[in-house]
């Protein structure tokens, strides 16, 4: 699978964005699909995920601003932020797996992963 995130900006705080993640080389529907970032100097963190069914999980520091989306049709991984702070800012890397072998919010999880758009959020 191939991924190619898209989307990122810069925005002042208070403000949305939405981030993309194209996925191209193998029938989409069944991998899990999440969205990690890292600003500098930080460790990789978890941010979101949906799994085939279009369950859904959230990191406690984005839950109800974020919101992450699947559209299989067309090969999409969506992530609508809203209210953005200046501690969201950071690269976004879009995840895909089909078969977890740890938890979803781990990045071990996942072996697949897109190039990152840079989200900055200016206070």
């Known amino acids: 699978v191939q991924l190619q995130a898209s989307g990122g900006g810069l925005v002042q705080a208070g403000g949305s964005l939405r981030l993309s993640c194209a996925a191209s080389?193998?029938?989409?529907?069944?991998?899990?699909l999440a969205w990690f970032r890292q600003a500098p100097g930080k460790e990789r963190e978890f941010v979101a995920a949906?799994?085939?069914?279009?369950?859904?999980g959230y990191a406690d520091s984005v839950k109800g601003r974020f919101t992450i989306s699947r559209d299989n049709a067309k090969n999409t991984v969506l992530l609508q932020m809203n209210s953005l702070k200046f501690e969201d800012s950071a690269v976004y890397l879009c995840a895909a797996e089909y078969d977890l072998r740890s938890a979803y919010f781990d990045q071990s999880s996942y072996d697949y992963w897109g190039q990152g758009t840079q989200v900055t959020v200016s206070s």
């Open positions: 949906i799994n085939w069914s279009g369950r859904t």
């Open positions: 080389g193998r029938t989409f529907s069944p991998y899990h």
